[in-house]
């Protein structure tokens, strides 16, 4: 058993964005409302939402891209804002969405592994500690270090991309998004590897998501959010298992499912979508607990 | 002849320094009125290739070396160019792959259905309007956006513009190439319902490709899955979802992140 103090700890965190529109007048965006979570070492929370939930602007702040309105985020118990930059960035390394953009494409995949090696592990042998980095991902060596991103498929990317983050010895990832632009065939595998990294290397994962589906093959915990709040937490078998809040359902109902042809005529979804956006903008007054860590959101 | 999109041992090859690469071989397949067709497979199996070609809007260095494609009965292939620009859109219309991306940034709304409008049909400016509003309308965003730009919708709002543009000229055929691929669940949910229930109203065909099986077996009537260029199994959705025979199926089925267990009390539009 390790010790207790969570490797990321939110603390009543809060963002508001300023917007200054060239014409007209300045308004304020609540991009995060009084947000509490955490990440225990070597467990994955899967953070699920919409497209503007606030879901990536979690990740960008922990990642120190812009600061808190109010609120802390520790990591391992301290205030990362009183971290120093280049220890704390070297222990936090995000994955992208886009496997395609994340990656230069004028140089090889020797390169982009090389270079945070030599910098962050300079007293390995690089080739043998390129050669176990290559391992760690699942990419035959002699296949791909020395081709260049356009010449890997969009799951091989993004294992590079995984490479990278465990180059510089990161001890948490965040990862944004890091299978939506890859083909439903090798989302599965990218997950899995996500779970060996975390099993095999104690790895702490927050695992940035729209997919709900996805989120039982990887994570402990999940999150679900909607208008920069947090709707429910908790267990991920019991919050997709056993949804609670309206938005979690229906989240849930909307997954694709084969055997639910779509039918004409039947406005109810769009209705009920309509419905359940409106209740779970306003704000959340509290949480109330449904099960062993599962908690709701009471608006 | 049956069906209105009959493609018989299409060939699409890409020139290369080499040998061409065969990325479409030797694909027949048909689309009967009102008919949904999902064409299932991993990327670079070849299905967008056949989206293209089946309009005829391939580029070098692809090109169509061997097959058929007609349309209602008439030969697509051979078609001449001014003939070609009248069928396209007003017959057979495409929502193409990322198509929050494919309306133009620099132009309103109403600009894009203007133009469309204007290259099918002798229409004034008002008339157009009126028909944008409609189309719009039609697919639930009020028509007041028709003078926004598209980076101030959302993905959601984008993705319906770009179905009300090739809905408005009431085509037969509707290509959809991975329409839903960029957005999130319940959205995604949205707009094929909105599809499916404006396929009801209108009455089209659908030609739709999608990686994504569990999607593309709630909207289609028959399922297509290719592999390397090949149709390797083609039948009712509810034979492909149930008995999938060809062992490329099984393994797309089985790389399926599907949820295990049902849940209780889900909202489902039943």
């Known amino acids: 058993m390790q010790d207790n103090i969570p490797i990321i700890a939110l603390e009543n965190l809060s963002k508001t964005f300023e917007i200054k529109p060239v014409f007209g007048a300045r308004r304020q965006v609540h991009a995060l409302r009084n947000i509490s979570l955490d990440i225990p070492a070597g467990r994955s929370l899967a953070l699920v939402g919409e497209s503007g939930s606030g879901k990536s602007t979690i990740g960008r702040m922990i990642l120190r891209h812009y600061p808190p309105s109010s609120g802390v985020i520790r990591f391992r118990g301290q205030d990362i804002t009183t971290i120093d930059r280049r220890i704390y960035g070297r222990s936090v390394q995000m994955v992208f969405q886009d496997p395609f953009a994340a990656l230069n494409p004028a140089h090889r995949v020797r390169h982009h592994l ?106 402990e915990d999940t999150a679900v959010m909607f208008g920069g709040q947090i709707v429910e937490r908790g267990p991920t078998g019991d919050v997709v298992g056993n949804p609670q809040h309206p938005y979690t359902r229906l989240l849930r109902a909307a997954i694709p499912d084969p055997a639910i042809r779509l039918r004409p005529g ?13 209740l779970a903008t306003t704000a959340v007054i509290g949480m109330s607990v449904v099960g062993s860590g599962h908690l709701v959101a009471e608006h | ?99 929050m991306n494919s309306l133009n940034p620099v132009m309103t709304i109403f600009a894009q259905f203007h133009d469309m409008l204007s290259a099918h049909q002798n229409i004034s400016r008002s008339a157009a309007r009126a028909r944008a509003a409609d189309m719009l309308e039609m697919v639930g965003i009020a028509p007041d956006r028709l003078d926004s730009f598209p980076h101030q919708l959302s993905g959601g709002m984008r993705q319906r513009v770009v179905l009300a543009l090739a809905l408005t000229l009431r085509p037969r055929l509707l290509i959809m190439d991975e329409p839903t691929t960029a957005l999130d669940v319940v959205v995604q949910r949205e707009i094929l319902q909105e599809l499916v229930s404006l396929k009801e ?68 539009a039943g």
């Open chain 1, 114 to 219: 090389m270079r945070p090696l030599l910098l962050h592990q300079p007293d390995r042998d690089p080739d043998e500690a390129l050669r176990a980095l290559l391992r760690a991902v699942d990419l035959d060596h002699a296949r791909t270090v020395d081709k260049y991103p356009h010449e890997l498929s969009g799951g091989q990317r993004q294992r590079v991309n995984f490479a990278r983050a465990l180059a510089v010895n990161a001890r948490l990832i965040i990862a944004d998004e890091p299978t939506s632009m890859l083909d439903v065939s090798i989302r599965k595998s990218v997950l899995g590897l996500m779970r060996d990294l975390k099993k095999e290397m104690g790895l702490s994962i927050l695992y940035i998501t729209h997919d709900i589906a996805t989120a039982q093959y990887l994570a």
């Open chain 2, 1 to 99: 002849m049956t069906g209105l999109l009959s493609v018989k041992d299409l060939r699409v090859e890409y020139l290369t320094d080499t040998t061409p690469f065969v990325a479409v071989r030797d694909v027949s397949f048909d689309i009967a009125d009102n008919e949904v067709l999902g064409l299932a497979g991993e990327s670079g199996c070849g299905k967008s290739t056949i989206a293209f070609a089946a309009m005829r809007l391939q580029k070098p260095p692809a090109f169509i070396s061997r097959g058929t494609i007609h349309f209602d009965g008439q030969d697509v292939l051979s078609m001449p160019v001014r003939d070609l620009r009248r069928w396209r859109w007003s017959e057979c219309a495409m929502v193409f792959q990322s198509a």
């Open chain 2, 201 to 268: 109203k209108l009455g089209f065909s659908v030609l739709f490709i999608t990686h994504d099986l569990a999607l593309m077996a709630q909207v289609s009537d028959r399922i297509a899955v290719m592999l390397r260029g090949e149709i390797v199994e083609i039948g009712t959705t509810e034979k492909v979802v149930t008995s999938p025979q060809h062992p490329y199926t099984r393994d797309l089925w089985a790389a399926m992140p599907i949820l295990d267990a049902p849940v209780h009390e889900a909202p489902h």
């Open chain 1, 266 to 278: 039947t406005d109810s979804f769009a209705r009920q979508v309509e419905e359940v956006r409106r």
